[in-house]
């Protein structure tokens, strides 16, 4: 069964950084490529940035582009989002999330990340 | 101002077939394909439809995807109570080089 659980969230003020991760199980995780996607509470989803899977493909979406930083090992199947330049429209439940035939078929439960002062 | 724009709320009877539409552009719907995914309160996003009419294993066939132009639409037969949810399409934009999505429909049975 594959499992995607986030962690690494928490309040964080403005300017500061962050860094997300994600270990993955019960898949190959060296074989996929990785997401992630956020959404504020009560709104709709934003994806956030992908990395294929040997790292040598990164896209990120333009709001965080410059900011944010996505990396993975796939030694330890462990997934990372380093955030920098925190602002308040980044708070948002963050998910990670394993991509398999262009689409986004797993989702782990989310980590919050409060962006305040 | 989501890059893919879908109606904010919809709604069906039980029995009834209801269709929530997603549209797009060249950039993205026109020449890519569409996945859905359904939110239960609460829950994290799960995939409904990819490749734009692909079921993964598991999803009732009482959903189909379908797609005409710039345009992509997720059709639900037989609604049933627990359809009620947050409904989203995505695809990938190749002028933006990332992934959009619709700004979700919520699903009321009524």
């Known amino acids: 069964e594959v499992q995607l659980v986030e962690s690494g969230g928490g309040l964080v003020q403005p300017g500061r950084s962050l860094r997300v991760s994600c270990a993955a199980s019960g898949f190959s995780f060296e074989n996929y490529p990785m997401h992630w996607v956020r959404q504020v509470p009560g709104k709709g989803l934003e994806w956030v940035s992908g990395i294929s899977w ?3 493909f990164k896209a ?5 582009k410059g900011r944010f930083t996505i990396s993975r090992d796939n030694a330890m199947s462990s997934l990372y989002l380093e955030m920098n330049s925190l602002r308040a429209e980044d708070t948002a439940l963050y998910y990670c999330v394993k ?5 986004f078929d797993s989702w782990g439960q989310g980590t919050l990340v409060t962006v305040s002062s | 101002q ?33 996945n ?16 734009t009419f692909q ?29 009620e949810a947050d409904y989203y399409c995505t695809s990938w934009d190749g002028s933006l080089n990332g992934w959009v999505f619709g700004g979700g429909t919520k699903l009321t049975v009524l």
């Open chain 1, 60 to 64: 990120y979406a333009d709001s965080v």
């Open chain 1, 99 to 103: 991509e398999e035939k262009a689409a």
């Open chain 1, 54 to 56: 040997n790292s040598g």
């Open chain 2, 2 to 34: 989501s890059v893919l724009t879908q109606a904010p709320s919809a709604s069906g009877t039980p029995g009834q077939r209801v269709t929530i539409s997603c549209s797009g552009s060249s950039s993205n719907i026109e020449y890519h394909t569409v």
């Open chain 2, 36 to 51: 859905w995914y359904q939110q239960l309160p609460g829950s994290a996003p799960k995939l409904l439809i990819f490749s």
């Open chain 2, 55 to 83: 079921r993964p294993s598991g999803v009732p066939d009482r959903f189909s995807g379908s797609k005409s132009g710039t345009s992509a639409s997720l059709a639900i037969s037989g609604l049933q109570s627990e359809d």
